[in-house]
């Protein structure tokens, strides 16, 4: 993400989104009754005499909507803002009318707020930060199959999944033939992947000795590939093998910091300590009552309950929580730690000491 102008008279900020958790990000801070400003395309009808048939024709303009609805396809790479034209660049527009603001990434996109809220300001901050941070990937292999995952702002994102068909061990000369071909593939579509998302290192991990076998083929095969991977063992392979991973705190050895494992990280010691009758709180009655005494140190909050009925009520809980001097950490629903979290609630608490 990109701060372009930030106009704090008028409650404006104009970013630019770069890159699919941008999207994400924005999908969070951007609230309904914001106004969204940006340059799209709008169907307008042409008709040059009485004699000839309407003519409906795509022209480019640059609108400012009142935002009514708000969602995020991760799959479409896009974010869509839907609401009421309140601007218009061109005369021939009528203000009132509906459009959808199809925002991708390189979008240049002007946010007004009546008021930026902390947890908007930090998040976009976030994004900034993000942005710098190297991008990180996890593949788990075992024989002849391997999932590659990336680990982007919102949660796990698997992007490839390859299988190769290696043969019985009795017919040998074939499946290392086999084999050699599956580390082919797999060598080329990291390379492919490190090239589109930019990254700088590789996690490759895995139950047995596959990934041994397929590390030193890359130095024999891939010498600059190789430099980029590092080895981890895994008790199983795919999805669940990817957050093995990053449960054990692997990412954060690699990459030193990264969001997603943070999350799940915490989500996990929320666990931990209630397995244990340890200082901890869930659910947003213990939770609030836990912030009263001053007790909570970190307070976890599922980022879908920012866009709920009771949204008010968890800023001010985080507001207060933050003045008692203890942390606010937005969980995403999108991984793990994030449906973990909402078993609980959606709200939980590691505490100073028991309120109980």
């Known amino acids: 993400m990109q701060i372009i102008h930030q106009d704090t008279k008028e409650g404006k900020i104009k970013v630019?989104?770069?890159?699919?958790d941008d999207l994400w990000h924005l999908y969070h801070i951007i609230d309904e009754g914001d106004i969204i400003y940006a340059r799209t395309l709008r169907k307008q009808s042409q008709r040059s005499d009485s004699l000839r048939p309407e003519k409906v024709q795509a022209v480019p303009v640059f609108l400012g909507i009142r935002a009514e609805k708000v969602?995020?396809?991760?799959?479409?790479n896009a974010l869509r803002i839907t609401g009421p034209i309140v601007y218009a660049s061109r005369d021939d527009v009528p203000l009132g009318k509906y459009h959808t603001l199809a925002i991708e990434e390189g979008t240049v996109v002007t946010i007004q707020k009546e008021r930026w809220k902390r947890?908007?300001?930090?998040?976009?901050?976030?994004?900034?930060?993000?942005?710098?941070?190297?991008?990180?990937?996890?593949?788990v292999v075992d024989d002849g199959e391997a999932d590659i995952a990336l680990v982007r702002e919102y949660g796990v994102d698997i992007v490839a999944h390859i299988r190769h068909n290696l043969g019985g061990k009795q017919?040998?000369?074939?499946?290392?033939?086999?084999?050699?071909?599956f580390f082919h593939d797999l060598a080329k579509t990291l390379l492919e992947t490190i090239g589109?998302?930019?990254?700088?290192?590789?996690?490759?991990?895995?139950p047995g000795f596959v990934k041994e076998d397929f590390y030193k083929f890359l130095r024999e095969n891939y010498p600059e590939l190789a430099k980029k991977v590092v080895i981890e063992d895994t008790s199983v392979t795919g999805r669940t093998g990817i957050y093995e991973v990053i449960r054990r705190g692997t990412v954060d050895k690699v990459y030193h910091e990264n969001r997603v494992a943070r999350e799940v990280q915490l989500v996990e010691k929320v666990i931990e300590r209630i397995a244990r009758n340890r200082p901890v709180a869930y659910g947003l009655r213990d939770v609030e009552e836990a912030a009263n005494y001053g007790a909570v140190e970190t307070l976890l909050v599922l980022d879908e309950l920012l866009k709920g009925e009771h949204r008010e009520k968890i800023e001010e809980l985080m507001e207060f929580?933050?003045?008692?001097?203890?942390?606010?950490?937005?969980?995403?629903?999108?991984?793990?730690?994030?449906?973990?979290?909402k078993a609980l609630g959606g709200l939980a608490a590691l505490l100073r000491f028991k309120v109980k």
């Open 71 to 76: 969602s995020f396809h991760r799959f479409a």
């Open 171 to 181: 017919y040998s000369t074939n499946r290392e033939s086999e084999e050699k071909k």
């Open 119 to 139: 947890h908007h300001l930090e998040r976009l901050k976030e994004a900034v930060e993000a942005s710098r941070r190297a991008r990180i990937m996890i593949a």
């Open 321 to 341: 929580v933050r003045a008692s001097r203890g942390n606010v950490v937005i969980v995403s629903s999108e991984h793990e730690g994030g449906e973990k979290l």
């Open 196 to 206: 589109r998302e930019r990254i700088e290192k590789a996690i490759v991990a895995g």
């Open 16 to 20: 630019k989104a770069e890159t699919l």
